[in-house]
T-cell receptor, first 109, second 115 residues
Framework: GQSLEQPSEVTAVEGAIVQINCTYQTSGFYGLSWYQQHDGGAPTFLSY????GLEETGRFSSFLSRSDSYGYLLLQELQMKDSASYFCAVRDGGFKTIFGAGTRLFVKA | EPEVTQTPSHQVTQMGQEVILRCVPISNHLYFYWYRQILGQKVEFLVSFYNNEISEKSEIFDDQFSVERPDGSNFTLKIRSTKLEDSAMYFCASQNFGQGRIEQYFGPGTRLTVT
């Protein structure tokens, strides 16, 4: 089957760095994306990796290793507003995007 | 900044009734998607649509569901004979692969409640 595994919950303090991991097992692979979702809101695109390596967008970075079927999202200088759910998602080679179950990030003062 | 819009924001319907959820994707995007999210759970892919036809659908997207792009702007999801388990948030998303990376823009969602 197709699956994406990520931790269900992560807690960190304001100003810290947190890493959210994602491992995937899909029939095809066309890239790993990360989305943020606040309670009651829509998913918002954060980052995308089509090739191995690190992509940096402001305080957020994302990494991909295709040989390990693994990626992570790195959030730096955490702020209270970063408290949200974070989903990794894989496009499976066709036009289907598979989402992980989401990681709920709690940022404490 | 262009955005995806969805109407209605909340729809309440009785079991067995038909509902149509509407979406207006970003105007120059070519690929359209419907997802659903049951409260507290993950986002689930329903269907993708390109060039006026379904390009891929999930096992969830059975004969009860259909999609249509009736004009140049709207993209609709129809659910025939709704069931209690169809209660969920339904998100529309659009994408333009010309950006060279995969970035989907989601609408605010329609909360469907089936009673």
């Amino acid at each position: 089957g197709q699956s994406l595994e990520q931790p269900s919950e992560v807690t960190a303090v304001e100003g810290a760095i947190v890493q959210i991991n994602c491992t995937y097992q899909t029939s095809g692979f066309y890239g790993l994306s990360w989305y943020q979702q606040h309670d009651g809101g829509a998913p918002t695109f954060l980052s995308y990796n089509g090739l191995d390596g690190l992509e940096e967008t402001g305080r957020f970075s994302s990494f991909l290793s295709r040989s390990d079927s693994y990626g992570y999202l790195l959030l730096q200088e955490l702020q209270m507003k970063d408290s949200a759910s974070y989903f990794c998602a894989v496009r499976d080679g066709g036009f289907k995007t598979i989402f992980g179950a989401g990681t709920r990030l709690f940022v404490k003062a | 900044e262009p955005e995806v819009t969805q109407t209605p924001s909340h729809q309440v319907t009785q079991m067995g009734q038909e509902v149509i959820l509407r979406c207006v994707p970003i105007s120059n995007h070519l690929y359209f998607y419907w997802y659903r999210q049951i409260l507290g759970q993950k986002v689930e892919f329903l269907v993708s649509f390109y060039n006026n036809e379904i390009s891929e659908k999930s096992e969830i997207f059975d004969d009860q569901f259909s999609v249509e792009r009736p004009d140049g702007s709207n993209f609709t999801l129809k659910i025939r004979s709704t069931k209690l388990e169809d209660s969920a948030m339904y998100f529309c998303a659009s994408q333009n692969f010309g950006q060279g990376r995969i970035e989907q823009y989601f609408g605010p969602g329609t909360r469907l409640t089936v009673t």
